[in-house]
């Protein structure tokens, strides 16, 4: 679903991404954490098509992201670490928006935007300016604008961030289920639990490089190190 082919990505002097390679099968929850600086958002945007590669190949669903954008990003959606809103439009009005830019059928998405309203308890506030909303509800906002069109890629950096305890838990729920209908979610965190928790495969990247790869029991013992997935990265991102 998602292949990334030598992505190699610089800033200045400043290589963020160094020539990775990556496959994301079909029905993956795949996560990928690593130290700040490491690459990860860049590595995220780039897939999302957000950022243009200096060099390398990003195929979503088989479509080249450099030559057919827009129908790699009509089946992506992206959630960033930080919420970005119209403050002057209501949550309502905003999910709205986002099914007219999916062109979306007006009856669908005006339902399915009560549906997720409900699902996140923010049907009382739906009608309410964002520009009122604590950044928690923005990202719950954000989070369902991304639901919204059923995207069968859903690309989510740092998606806790702001969330209470119960909106957590029903995040990892949403996410894990969309996996298991055969669709592909592409995560970083820096919540090494809420990665072992919830992944089928991590990837570790350091100095924009992928340095270990696999599910969580693979990884322990490639590092020969037993114990929480917090020890293997330390001493993994240590060595490096």
Known sequence: MVRIE???????????VDNLNLTISKGEFFTIIGPNGAGKTTTLKLVAGLLRPTAGTVYVNGYDMAVKAMDAKKIIS?????????????????????????????????EKTEHLLDLFHMENY?????????????????ICSALLHDPKVIVIDEPMVGLDPRSIRLVKDILRKHANEGKTVFMSTHTLNLAEEVS????????????????????????????KLEDVFLKLTAET
């Open 126 to 142: 739906g009608n309410q300016l964002m520009e009122s909303y604590s950044h928690g509800m923005k990202q719950k906002v954000v």
């Open 6 to 16: 030598q992505l190699t990505k610089r800033f200045g002097n400043t290589l963020a």
């Open 200 to 227: 089928d495969r991590i990837g570790i990247i350091h100095k924009g490089k992928l340095i270990s790869l696999g599910t969580v029991d693979e990884i322990k013992k490639a590092a020969e190190k037993t114990g």
């Open 78 to 110: 992206f959630i960033p670490d930080v919420p970005y809103v119209y403050d002057k439009l209501t949550g309502r009005e905003f999910l709205w928006f986002i099914g007219e830019l999916y062109k979306m059928d007006k009856n669908y998405y005006e």
